[in-house]
C-alpha cells in the first residue's frame, strides 16, 4: 500500500476550501437551505421528504457560525474538503501513489457537481460525502477480505440513510455486481449480518418516524418520477458526461475499463459492472440523473493511474493546465456565484440552482406590501399561504408573520388555527375553492433581471379561507 500523499493533497483541500469560504456569503440562500433553517429549528426524527441528517448540520453550523449563508455553507464546505479526502484515499486504494492521488483530489475538487453541492448545504451535499466513503470501506473489504469491514460498512450505510434512502441503490447495485463478478467469498462472512444490523440502528429512527407518517418519502419519490421521469431519462446520458467535466470523461470511462481487465484488480471488478447496473436502475425508476454521479468520482480514481501512465511529462502539463483552465473557466463559474447577479442568464441554462439564491429579500418586500393592506386590527387573525417551501422559508427568515405552506414538512408545521379565519395573503397559483374574496395584488418582480422559479409569481389577497383550516388543510398538501 502506497504511503497516502497528506501534503500535495492537502493543498488541493486548502485551495477549495479557501475557494468555496470566499464566494459562500454572495448572493443568498438557495430556497432548499431556507427549507433546511426552518427545519433545524424543528428538529426531528424525520421529515416529509428526507431523513434528519441535514436539517440537522444545518442548526449546527448555523448556531456555531451564524445564521447567514457563509455560516450554513460552512457544513457544505467540510463535506466537500472531506470527498476529496476520500476520493484520494480511494485512489490509493487502487494501488495510486503520490500522482494519482493528487490528480483525483484535483479533479474531485474542481468537478462541478462537487462545486456546485459543496457551495451550498443540501441532501446531495452529505450524500457524495457518504457514497465516498461507502466506496472506500467496501474496497477496503474486498481487497483485504476482512469480514471486520462489514461493520465500517454498516456504519457508512446507515449514517448515509439517515441523509438519503438513496444510498441503498448504490448498495443494491454493488451487491448485485458482487454476484455477478465477485468477490463472493465476502458474502460468507459472519460480520455481514452484524454490519447489516448496525446499519439497520442507525437508520431506524428515520425509519420508525417515516412508517409512523406512512411513508411520505415514497409519496414525494413517486412524485418525482412522474412529474420528471421522461426527461430525466431524456438527460441521463448527456448529463453523465458533464457532472464531473467534458475534460474528465477519459478518466472515469479508463477507470471503469482498468478495473474490468486488470489483473490485480480483480478484486474491484465488481466496481465496473456496478456502475452500469446502477444506471439501469436509475432508467427504470425515473431517478434524476446527478443520483449517480458519485459513482464517477469513484471511477476517476481508479482512471487517474493509467491516465497519468499513459501520458509523458509534457502531456501531464498540458492536462493539468487543461484541467485547471476549464474548471476555472466552466466548474467554477457556473457552480458558484462568480458572476453579478443581472449576469446570471446564460449561466441558469446550466445551473439553474444559482438563480435560486437570488431575489428572496426582494419577495419578502413585495409580500409584505401586500400584507401592510390588511388593516391592522385584522392582522392577528390573518394568514400568509406560500406554494412552496422556497417561498415560506424566505418569509420567516426575512421575519414576515403567520407564514404557512402545505408543502412538504411545512404541511405538519401546520395548519394554521381555525381561530385564524381573517384575510389571507397567498403567494403563487390556488384553487379557487381554497380562499373566498381573491384579488391578485401584485406579480414579484425581483429587480434582477434573474429568471428564477419566484420571478413573476403572483401575489394576491383573499377574505379569508373558504372554511376552517383543519377541514381545509389536507386539500392544500404539496409531495412535490
Same mark, same amino acid.
Given at each position: 500500500?502506497?504511503?497516502?500523499?497528506?501534503?500535495?493533497?492537502?493543498?488541493?483541500?486548502?485551495?477549495?476550501?479557501?475557494?468555496?469560504?470566499?464566494?459562500?456569503?454572495?448572493?443568498?440562500?438557495?430556497?432548499?437551505?431556507?427549507?433546511?433553517?426552518?427545519?433545524?429549528?424543528?428538529?426531528?426524527?424525520?421529515?416529509?421528504?428526507?431523513?434528519?441528517?441535514?436539517?440537522?448540520?444545518?442548526?449546527?453550523?448555523?448556531?456555531?457560525?451564524?445564521?447567514?449563508?457563509?455560516?450554513?455553507?460552512?457544513?457544505?464546505?467540510?463535506?466537500?474538503?472531506?470527498?476529496?479526502?476520500?476520493?484520494?484515499?480511494?485512489?490509493?486504494?487502487?494501488?495510486?501513489?503520490?500522482?494519482?492521488?493528487?490528480?483525483?483530489?484535483?479533479?474531485?475538487?474542481?468537478?462541478? %457537481? =462537487?462545486?456546485?453541492?459543496?457551495?451550498? $448545504? !443540501?441532501?446531495?451535499? /452529505?450524500?457524495?460525502?457518504?457514497?465516498? &466513503? *461507502?466506496? @472506500?470501506?467496501?474496497?477496503?473489504?474486498?481487497?483485504?477480505?476482512?469480514?471486520?469491514?462489514?461493520?465500517?460498512?454498516?456504519?457508512?450505510?446507515?449514517?448515509?440513510?439517515?441523509?438519503?434512502?438513496?444510498?441503498?441503490?448504490?448498495?443494491?447495485?454493488?451487491?448485485?455486481?458482487?454476484?455477478?463478478?465477485?468477490?463472493?467469498?465476502?458474502?460468507?462472512?459472519?460480520?455481514?449480518?452484524?454490519?447489516?444490523?448496525?446499519?439497520?440502528?442507525?437508520?431506524?429512527?428515520?425509519?420508525?418516524?417515516?412508517?409512523?407518517?406512512?411513508?411520505?418519502?415514497?409519496?414525494?419519490?413517486?412524485?418525482?418520477?412522474?412529474?420528471?421521469?421522461?426527461?430525466?431519462?431524456?438527460? %441521463? =446520458?448527456?448529463?453523465?458526461?458533464?457532472? $464531473? !467535466?467534458?475534460?474528465? /470523461?477519459?478518466?472515469?470511462?479508463?477507470? &471503469? *475499463?482498468? @478495473?474490468?481487465?486488470?489483473?490485480?484488480?480483480?478484486?474491484?471488478?465488481?466496481?465496473?459492472?456496478?456502475?452500469?447496473?446502477?444506471?439501469?436502475?436509475?432508467?427504470?425508476?425515473?431517478?434524476?440523473?446527478?443520483?449517480?454521479?458519485?459513482?464517477?468520482?469513484?471511477?476517476?480514481?481508479?482512471?487517474?493511474?493509467?491516465?497519468?501512465?499513459?501520458?509523458?511529462?509534457?502531456?501531464?502539463?498540458?492536462?493539468?493546465?487543461?484541467?485547471?483552465?476549464?474548471?476555472?473557466?466552466?466548474?467554477?463559474?457556473?457552480?458558484?456565484?462568480?458572476?453579478?447577479?443581472?449576469?446570471?442568464?446564460?449561466?441558469?441554462?446550466?445551473?439553474?440552482?444559482?438563480?435560486?439564491?437570488?431575489?428572496?429579500?426582494?419577495?419578502?418586500?413585495?409580500? !409584505?406590501?401586500?400584507?401592510?393592506?390588511?388593516?391592522?386590527?385584522?392582522?392577528?387573525?390573518?394568514?400568509?399561504?406560500?406554494?412552496?417551501?422556497?417561498?415560506?422559508?424566505?418569509?420567516?427568515?426575512?421575519?414576515?408573520?403567520?407564514?404557512?405552506?402545505?408543502?412538504?414538512?411545512?404541511?405538519?408545521?401546520?395548519?394554521?388555527?381555525?381561530?385564524?379565519?381573517?384575510?389571507?395573503?397567498?403567494?403563487?397559483?390556488?384553487?379557487?375553492?381554497?380562499?373566498?374574496?381573491?384579488?391578485?395584488?401584485?406579480?414579484?418582480?425581483?429587480?434582477?433581471?434573474?429568471?428564477?422559479?419566484?420571478?413573476?409569481?403572483?401575489?394576491?389577497?383573499?377574505?379569508?379561507?373558504?372554511?376552517?383550516?383543519?377541514?381545509?388543510?389536507?386539500?392544500?398538501?404539496?409531495?412535490?
Amino acid at each position: 500500500m502506497k504511503r497516502f500523499a497528506w501534503v500535495p493533497v492537502g493543498l488541493v483541500v486548502a485551495a477549495q476550501a479557501v475557494v468555496l469560504t470566499l464566494f459562500s456569503g454572495r448572493y443568498g440562500f438557495h430556497r432548499d437551505e431556507l427549507y433546511f433553517l426552518t427545519a433545524g429549528k424543528r428538529l426531528a426524527w424525520g421529515y416529509t421528504d428526507q431523513p434528519p441528517l441535514t436539517p440537522l448540520l444545518a442548526r449546527i453550523s448555523t448556531e456555531i457560525f451564524g445564521e447567514t449563508p457563509a455560516g450554513l455553507r460552512v457544513a457544505a464546505t467540510l463535506c466537500a474538503a472531506a470527498t476529496v479526502i476520500t476520493l484520494a484515499l480511494v485512489a490509493r486504494e487502487f494501488g495510486g501513489g503520490r500522482g494519482p492521488q493528487v490528480l483525483t483530489a484535483a479533479i474531485t475538487a474542481l468537478a462541478a %457537481f =462537487v462545486v456546485v453541492d459543496g457551495h451550498m $448545504l !443540501s441532501t446531495t451535499t /452529505v450524500d457524495m460525502l457518504v457514497w465516498s &466513503a *461507502l466506496g @472506500l470501506v467496501f474496497l477496503r473489504l474486498f481487497r483485504t477480505g476482512d469480514g471486520r469491514w462489514w461493520l465500517a460498512i454498516g456504519a457508512v450505510a446507515g449514517i448515509g440513510m439517515e441523509s438519503k434512502w438513496l444510498v441503498l441503490l448504490m448498495i443494491a447495485s454493488i451487491g448485485l455486481a458482487v454476484l455477478a463478478v465477485g468477490p463472493r467469498t465476502v458474502l460468507g462472512s459472519g460480520w455481514l449480518p452484524v454490519g447489516i444490523l448496525l446499519a439497520l440502528a442507525l437508520a431506524a429512527p428515520g425509519f420508525v418516524w417515516q412508517m409512523a407518517h406512512d411513508l411520505p418519502m415514497l409519496s414525494v419519490a413517486h412524485g418525482i418520477s412522474v412529474d420528471d421521469g421522461a426527461e430525466n431519462r431524456i438527460l %441521463f =446520458v448527456p448529463m453523465q458526461l458533464l457532472y $464531473l !467535466s467534458p475534460v474528465v /470523461v477519459p478518466v472515469w470511462i479508463a477507470g &471503469a *475499463l482498468r @478495473l474490468w481487465r486488470d489483473p490485480e484488480l480483480r478484486w474491484a471488478r465488481s466496481f465496473a459492472v456496478a456502475y452500469p447496473v446502477l444506471c439501469v436502475l436509475l432508467l427504470l425508476l425515473g431517478g434524476k440523473p446527478y443520483y449517480s454521479a458519485p459513482f464517477l468520482l469513484l471511477l476517476a480514481a481508479a482512471g487517474a493511474e493509467p491516465c497519468l501512465r499513459w501520458l509523458d511529462r509534457t502531456w501531464r502539463r498540458v492536462v493539468a493546465i487543461l484541467l485547471a483552465v476549464e474548471g476555472a473557466a466552466v466548474s467554477l463559474l457556473v457552480g458558484l456565484p462568480l458572476l453579478p447577479v443581472s449576469a446570471l442568464g446564460p449561466i441558469l441554462a446550466v445551473n439553474k440552482e444559482q438563480g435560486e439564491q437570488a431575489g428572496w429579500p426582494e419577495l419578502a418586500t413585495t409580500v !409584505s406590501r401586500v400584507w401592510s393592506e390588511i388593516p391592522a386590527e385584522r392582522r392577528s387573525i390573518s394568514v400568509i399561504f406560500t406554494r412552496n417551501y422556497g417561498q415560506a422559508g424566505a418569509l420567516q427568515y426575512y421575519g414576515l408573520p403567520s407564514v404557512y405552506s402545505g408543502h412538504m414538512s411545512y404541511a405538519d408545521w401546520g395548519p394554521p388555527p381555525n381561530s385564524s379565519f381573517g384575510p389571507v395573503v397567498v403567494v403563487g397559483q390556488y384553487r379557487p375553492e381554497w380562499f373566498a374574496g381573491c384579488r391578485e395584488r401584485a406579480v414579484h418582480d425581483n429587480g434582477l433581471g434573474v429568471d428564477n422559479e419566484e420571478q413573476g409569481v403572483k401575489i394576491s389577497l383573499c377574505t379569508g379561507p373558504s372554511r376552517q383550516w383543519s377541514s381545509l388543510w389536507p386539500e392544500l398538501r404539496r409531495f412535490y
